[in-house]
């Protein structure tokens, strides 16, 4: 997969265009585990497709690019275990709440990366940025509780909730390892690795659980393929590169904008409805967004 490029489309526009594309993961991982596939096997198989067609490219097209140094090794490698479990939290959280409720929660990530951001004075964001998120997060509250919670047959709503958190929390340290890795050696490679390492994280406990199987009829097979093609290789690619001009606070309240469009599609193909009340606190939640973005600061 080439390089994006963004001088052809506004920075914000691709940063849009990645959060779509995530935002369609969760229809598609209801898919799968309706199909009978497992978090962590979901998981697995849409980051193995992932990076073997990075590989691939990368093996034809980048044939004599300069080796990755250790430092960056032992980050991506570390970044792959947290976008794991990442994934295997977020997924499993859907088989006990909505995808509404699943997507806001996993979309609190601004939260923790602001959080870890106060340790750095220099990488604090400005006062708009805490104004848009407390925004944001009122928005977020108007969406999750005003709608129905648990919609799976095991677990229990709160630990579908705890699960969304956990993958929120995960994805953090990911932004933070990757930012400067991607500098050195660009979108595409950092990713390609990324996910790589990612799959082979997730391969002992799949084995473990016995979730590595491939999948077995065609509804998994389109579940992974689909994961693997939308959200993994355009939308999570454009994510990272978007951290090429965002700082990954900036980044990560614009995820923000995953969870209304996860739960539009929800609505249309779920049967999942959005009461009157959930749309206006979708609504201040991209005003909050819109805040966030701005007040990001350098880096965080």
């Given at each position: 997969?080439?390089?994006?490029r963004g001088?052809?489309?506004?920075p914000?526009?691709l940063?849009v265009?990645?959060i779509?594309?995530?935002g ?6 209801r898919l799968?585990?309706q199909?009978g596939l497992g978090p962590l096997?979901l998981s ?8 073997a067609i990075l590989?691939a490219w990368?093996?034809a ?5 300069p080796?990755?140094s ?5 980050r991506i490698a570390?970044a ?8 295997a939290?977020w ?6 709440v909505s995808?509404a ?5 996993v979309a609190?990530?601004?939260?923790w990366a602001?959080?870890y951001?106060?340790l750095?004075p220099?990488k604090?964001?400005r006062r708009?940025?805490w104004?848009?998120l ?7 509250a108007?969406v999750s509780?005003s ?5 799976g ?5 709160s630990?579908?909730e ?15 390892l990757?930012q400067d ?7 595409r490679?950092?990713v390609t690795?990324?996910?790589l390492?990612?799959a082979v994280a997730?391969?002992?406990?799949c084995?473990?659980?016995?979730q590595?199987d491939?999948?077995?009829n ?8 689909g994961?693997a093609?939308g959200?993994q290789?355009?939308?999570?690619t454009?994510?990272?590169?978007a951290?090429?001009?965002?700082s990954?606070?900036?980044v990560a309240?614009?995820t923000l904008?995953?969870p209304v469009?996860?739960?539009m ?7 999942e409805?959005?009461?009157p009340?959930?749309a206006?606190?979708g ?5 909050g967004v819109g ?10």
């Amino acid at each position: 997969m080439a390089e994006p490029r963004g001088s052809r489309l506004a920075p914000g526009a691709l940063l849009v265009c990645g959060i779509c594309a995530v935002g369609s993961a969760a229809l598609l991982a209801r898919l799968g585990l309706q199909a009978g596939l497992g978090p962590l096997q979901l998981s697995l198989w849409r980051l193995t497709i992932a990076a073997a067609i990075l590989v691939a490219w990368d093996a034809a097209k980048y044939r004599n690019s300069p080796k990755i140094s250790r430092p960056d090794s032992v980050r991506i490698a570390i970044a792959g275990v947290c976008l794991a479990i990442h994934f295997a939290t977020w997924i499993a959280s859907l088989e006990m709440v909505s995808v509404a409720l699943s997507t806001l929660l996993v979309a609190t990530t601004p939260l923790w990366a602001g959080l870890y951001s106060l340790l750095i004075p220099s990488k604090r964001p400005r006062r708009v940025f805490w104004a848009g998120l407390a925004a944001a997060f009122v928005g977020m509250a108007l969406v999750s509780f005003s709608g129905e919670r648990f919609v799976g047959t095991g677990g229990s709503a709160s630990l579908g909730e705890i699960l969304a958190v956990s993958g929120a929390v995960a994805i953090v340290p990911m932004l933070l390892l990757v930012q400067d890795v991607q500098l050195r050696l660009g979108t595409r490679r950092t990713v390609t690795w990324l996910y790589l390492a990612a799959a082979v994280a997730l391969l002992g406990p799949c084995l473990a659980t016995g979730q590595a199987d491939v999948p077995h009829n065609a509804a998994g097979w389109a579940s992974v393929i689909g994961m693997a093609l939308g959200p993994q290789l355009v939308g999570h690619t454009l994510l990272n590169h978007a951290l090429h001009r965002f700082s990954a606070s900036q980044v990560a309240a614009a995820t923000l904008l995953e969870p209304v469009f996860a739960s539009m599609l929800a609505w249309v193909l779920l049967g999942e409805r959005v009461t009157p009340l959930q749309a206006a606190g979708g609504a201040l939640l991209l005003f909050g967004v819109g805040l966030a973005l701005r007040g990001g600061g350098t880096a965080a």
